[in-house]
């Protein structure tokens, strides 16, 4: 049998690979990271290659490519959304992705993404906080307790100096279970009975629930003004978290609108409605909140941008963790010309 | 730390497993399976959903992603093209793919698929012979003997009942790594000095040279009435093989319309020329060869439903091969609303 050489082999972080990652940098610590990532890229919107994600639909969820290039690197993201499948012991969200030359086409890192797509979720919704939600913001309701609320919470903490957090889900095992999770860390945590109760005094609101559906996560008069409000779970056709007179009165800010509008809250508006893109905030292109009163709305749906920093941010601590191994995943015969006699000498 | 669950496996057939499965099976046999395979998916063509392949083109190659789904099952393929590669002792194309449950979006299957690429290209190649080639063709010219050429041969003689293959190439010693190859396999193999001379007394021409840009590697003059052309080089946007004036003079069948006209030798052509779906040939609802004197081109590009239909096959053989690994890639915590803990508990 021959070897495969050098060039054959893909570093794979495994889910375990990733867990120990983050455990050896602290979970905050990457939030922060990737935050800074996410933010670099954002500034430099123009450099990359951007296209809605590709979605296979089936009447239970579905799978999704998300594909980006800034012309040296490529990556993709493969992640599902299936909400039926909690019940069935699965996560709803799973992904991996890969990161690859544009100079070879080779592979250079393939990465679970679960975990990684649960961390630049949350990294990417207090950096847009960070430009959009009111100064001095201290306290968070949190609706929806699912998977990804604990670190949205500790991202919000990390990077823009929340203090509290108040938690709701129709399901009050879910709030325990954050509640369990978040003990100790520095956040004033308070479960809540209502999601009216969860919004008491708090300058964000953040949704993020799962079912496939159109669901009123949020109605009008629970939203008061000068709040901002973190919209993750609306986010794909068929699927949205707040009543549309909530967004007739937000200034409303997206990731990229030619995917938001398929997948985002603003679904239910026109396809011509304003709407503010995230990354020209940040350049000081356009303004983010101008006044005390004013509702803002990061109307969030996950961008193949957030995944391509998020995998860099990864391939980039690999020589320093080794928290890798190694696929026999690319073809690469001696002569590039003679895949066939690559297959003939591996009987030997 | 936590041992992961059974779910988060996902099974890996590496670049190993591939070689020894296909040594096992025979690479004939595997292409007079693969044909079948790709037949039978081509026969139930309306039940796929079908896209053209997303591009990320740069000045030396491009990077696609090629998914498909029949409902049940959802499949995907990363495959790069850089021509370029070859100077520097890497494969102008590899490939690797994926299949997943569409019921809970989790993967079912990774595998590398720059073997299985060059297998079904070929065994497809060769299926659309069976349907267009003149009856009783015994010899086939092969122009362009890089990594696919005796995968070609090959799967011609299993599938066709090829016995001469005439070799040409620009590079001699590309045509000598071919007739090494091919020693002793059954077909008479004859090196050509010009393709002219490859053309002679050919009932088929295979073209497969990796040139990314527009080449004439067959004039109209070097096309007699009655060939079949299997055109498998020309393939993205500004990369073809045949001269307009052999189009013009063909009949012409193709995978995928939308994505063949982007990609295929009929970019040369305007947006609305006839072509045939092969499908339709193979399901009898369009006329494949109807007389001794045409001229019949299939102009193919590789459509996702071939690698579908090739990494299910190599699923199907996996429980009585056992050549594959299982990879740790899918976060699965024992509550699926636990993601987080799931991260905690990993220290322990």
């Known amino acids: 049998m021959t070897a495969p050489s050098r060039q054959a082999f893909v570093p794979f972080v495994s889910v375990d690979n990733m867990m120990q990652l983050v ?29 809605p994600r590709v979605a296979s639909h089936s009447s239970v969820g579905v799978i999704e490519l998300m594909p980006t290039s800034d012309g040296e690197t490529y990556g993709f993201k493969y992640v599902n959304g299936h909400p039926e499948n909690m019940k069935q012991g699965r996560q709803t969200v799973t992904a ?10 080779y592979p250079l890192l393939l990465s679970e993404m679960t975990i990684l797509t649960a961390l630049r979720t949350a990294a990417t919704s207090a950096m847009a906080a960070k430009w959009l939600a009111p100064e001095g913001s ?32 129709i399901d009050p095992a879910a709030t325990a279970k954050c509640v369990k999770n978040l003990a100790g860390r520095g956040l004033t945590v308070t479960p809540c009975r209502t999601a009216e109760e969860a919004i008491l005094g708090a ?9 496939k559906q159109y669901a009123t996560i949020l109605t009008d ?16 056709p068929g ?27 603003i679904q239910q508006l026109a396809p011509d409605h304003p709407v503010t893109e995230l990354w020209q905030v940040m350049a000081g292109q356009a303004a983010g909140r101008t006044s005390a009163g004013q509702v803002t709305l990061f109307d969030s749906v996950g961008f193949a941008i957030e995944d391509f920093s998020a995998l860099r941010y990864v ?19 001696d002569d590039p010309r003679d895949l ?7 009987a030997r």
């Open 221 to 236: 008069n629970m939203v008061g003004n000068g709040v901002h409000i973190n919209g993750v779970g609306g986010d794909c």
């Open 239 to 265: 699927k949205t978290e707040l009543h549309r007179d909530i967004l007739l009165r937000s200034s409303i800010f997206v990731e990229y609108p030619p995917q938001t509008r398929i997948e985002g809250e």
């Open 138 to 169: 201290t306290t968070m309701a949190l609706i929806g307790n699912g998977a990804q609320a604990e670190f949205q919470a500790l991202a919000f903490k990390a990077i823009c100096g929340l203090t509290e957090v108040r938690l709701y889900d």
């Open 23 to 51: 455990l050896r940098i602290g979970i905050e610590q990457v939030m922060i990271d990737l935050a800074a990532e996410i933010e670099a890229d954002f500034l430099r919107w123009p450099d990359f290659d951007k296209t």
């Open 315 to 333: 391939h980039r601590k690999l020589p320093e963790s080794g928290l890798c191994t190694l696929l026999d995943m690319i073809a690469d015969p």
């Open 340 to 346: 066939f006699g690559m297959i003939l000498r591996a």
């Open 203 to 211: 300058q964000i609101i953040t949704t993020v629930t799962a079912d």
């Open 96 to 105: 991996f992705g890969l990161l690859a030359d544009v100079a070879t086409g």
